[in-house]
């Protein structure tokens, strides 16, 4: 790949916001905590990284979007004076998206019987995209990536991706997630948050901190570039294929990302001079990623930065406030400080440091992690890195086979096809269960076999908003949740049981800025093609429709989607229709028409 440059950034966290909220620490400092008590969340141990914005009457979620917008404009206004008339594209991530505006139309239409139009408007995840839209200033395409905590650092990725494949001249890419009484209650469900304070990497840390924040980043050619803040150099992305929620403790996923953004940077791991891990001081987590560093780099003790042990882990919001912490370490030359106290992880190699320490440092590598498996990383450089990239050509891509539009798995297909998988398909959430009986449908009337590197990606509008519900109204009710409905909360959880289920393990994802998130997978599955990222793509668009979505929709004035689910092979070579800008499926009803 060749060098993408960050030009301008706007960032709010615990820590504050601009420069201040991704503060990589000063020399000999140890680092600043921005950790405190929220009871109002009910959690029994209640410490989360809170920022500040002013939401009243609006979604927080979006607030944090919307303020990191304006900031962000305001950078590219002295940075690129003609942004507006660039070719540009947009790609946002978040995990939850505007949660609590949701819980109140949950609210509303369980007590009233209905839920205003107001309130209805606010509730899809795709709702904040136009607030975003109207601050920017901009008109283009957008991507909304629901990658769950990877979100944002895929957004980046595939923004380089449009970049280089000269599909755009401007990337504005980043993520954005608020706390809520949802996704807290849900976390603490699964028994991920700490009882204390995070201590990543440590042998006796019980969990992680939730946060809330947003950054945003404006991206463009290296050798189109005004002064820079940093490069993206490299990026690449994988799936473990293994678990829901919990990581490949072989490291096995994590480390494929790495080596793959690596190879696409051109670079060997001891070029690497900083990690920005993961991190969230869960056990399985912390060990997964501590055997990825041993494998990666041996016993050379790597400096990591472990930075949601100050701001809380983010969500969707956590890649893009990572990146720019570890660009500003790049920049200033700095190792930054890890909080933590007590004896390291048996077996962890890197080296964590105690205080913000001065040494030369010239590339860094930032990974992603999110439920379903997704691993998502990125190869990152000073500004003043020369970088030999060069511009990935494009490859031809190919529609190679779909399915039937489907309503419903038929477990005897799904047997014959992968009978190791039928348990795991058999518990599957109603949009899980639609994702894989279209993708069933797909695979036995072709008789194709899936490459193992091949990625999912979903396209839904709908995304979880009916099994949100049902899991807010036990929530709401004061009966206990269940932990094993909050995985199915996320949008992303039918594309990572996909990749399970059919043993894929390229990245897996969900889109959905609109009522058009079918072409919008088709579009993103045909660019990971077409860059080489993989060999083939499952482009699926679920719609998951019951009283709420049906409900929902038509009170915010929005075409209500049908319910069902369709599949689209794509392939880097044929036979097959080719695949270019004019070829692309129609929707019928939200959902790919491809009969």
């Known amino acids: 790949m060749m060098a993408v440059a960050v030009i301008a950034s706007a960032a709010i966290s615990a820590l504050g916001r601009g420069q201040c909220a991704t503060d990589a620490g000063r020399v000999s400092e140890p680092p600043r905590p921005a950790l405190s008590r929220e009871p109002a969340l009910g959690l029994a141990h209640p410490v989360v990284g809170r920022a500040e914005v002013e939401a009243a009457g609006a979604d927080r979620a979006t ?3 919307v303020l990191a917008a304006r900031d962000l404009v305001r950078e590219l206004e002295r940075a690129l004076p003609d942004f507006r008339s660039r070719r540009a594209r947009v790609l946002i991530g978040t995990s939850a998206g505007p949660m609590q505006a949701a819980q109140v139309a949950f609210s509303e239409r369980a007590t009233r019987g209905r839920s205003t139009r107001a309130l209805a408007e606010r509730a899809p995840y795709f709702s904040p995209l136009a607030e975003l839209s109207r601050e920017l200033g901009v008109a283009c395409e957008m991507t909304q990536v629901l990658g769950a905590c990877a979100s944002s ?5 595939l923004g380089c991706r449009l970049l280089d494949l ?47 924040g947003a950054a945003l980043v404006a991206l463009v050619r290296r050798s189109d570039a005004a002064p820079a803040l940093g490069q993206i150099l490299g990026f690449g992305a994988s799936s473990d294929a293994v678990h829901q929620t919990a990581p490949d403790r072989t490291g096995s996923g994590v480390l494929a990302a790495a080596e793959r953004a690596l190879a696409d940077a051109g670079l060997a791991p001891d070029s690497v001079d900083l990690v920005s891990a993961h991190a969230t001081a869960t056990p399985y987590n912390d060990a997964a990623e501590s055997r990825a560093l041993s494998r990666l780099f041996g016993s050379r003790p790597v400096p990591v930065h472990a930075f949601k042990a100050q701001i809380g882990h983010t969500l969707g919001a956590a890649g893009a406030l990572e990146t720019l912490s570890a660009l500003s370490a790049l920049e200033r030359g700095v190792v930054p400080a890890t909080l933590g106290k007590g004896p390291l992880e048996p077996g962890f190699s890197g080296e964590l440091a105690s205080v913000a320490t001065p040494r030369a440092l010239s590339t860094a590598l930032k990974w992603s992690s999110a439920f379903g498996g997704l691993n998502a990383a990125l190869v990152l450089a000073g500004s003043g890195v020369l970088s030999t990239g060069q511009r990935t050509p494009r490859r031809a891509v190919f ?51 899936l490459s193992p590197n091949a990625a ?99 009170a915010a004035g929005l075409a209500v989607p049908r319910r069902g689910a369709a599949a689209v092979l794509l392939t880097a070579t044929g036979p097959g229709q080719p695949c270019d800008a004019e070829c692309e499926p129609a929707l019928s009803a939200g959902v790919l028409d491809l009969a």
């Open 63 to 65: 607030a944090l979007l």
């Open 153 to 157: 650092t895929l957004a980046l990725g």
């Open 166 to 212: 000269g599909e755009a001249d401007l990337v504005i890419a980043g993520g954005y997630d608020a706390l809520s009484s949802f996704v807290a209650a849900g976390f603490e469900s699964l028994g991920a948050l700490s009882r204390g304070e995070p201590a990543p990497f440590r042998a006796e840390r019980d969990g992680m901190a939730l946060g809330e």
């Open 399 to 449: 529609t190679r086979a779909s399915s039937a539009i489907v309503r419903g798995l038929e477990l005897e297909r799904l047997r014959a096809l992968r009978p190791e998988s039928a348990a795991l398909a058999e518990r599957a959430d109603p949009a899980t269960e639609l994702a894989l009986a279209a993708v069933t449908d797909l695979l036995s009337r072709t008789g194709h076999a």
């Open 456 to 554: 999912v990606v979903v396209g839904t509008a709908a995304a979880t908003l009916e099994q949100n519900e049902r899991f807010e109204a036990r929530r709401r009710e004061g009966r206990p949740v269940e932990p094993r409905r909050f995985p199915a909360t996320s949008p992303s959880a039918c594309a990572g049981v996909c990749s399970i289920v059919f043993g894929a393990h390229g990245p897996s994802f969900s889109v959905g800025s609109s009522a058009f998130a079918g072409r919008e997978a088709f579009r993103v599955a045909r660019l990971l093609v077409a860059a080489g990222d993989v060999d083939e793509a499952l482009v699926v668009a679920v719609e998951d429709v019951g009283p709420v979505v049906s409900e929902l929709f038509a």
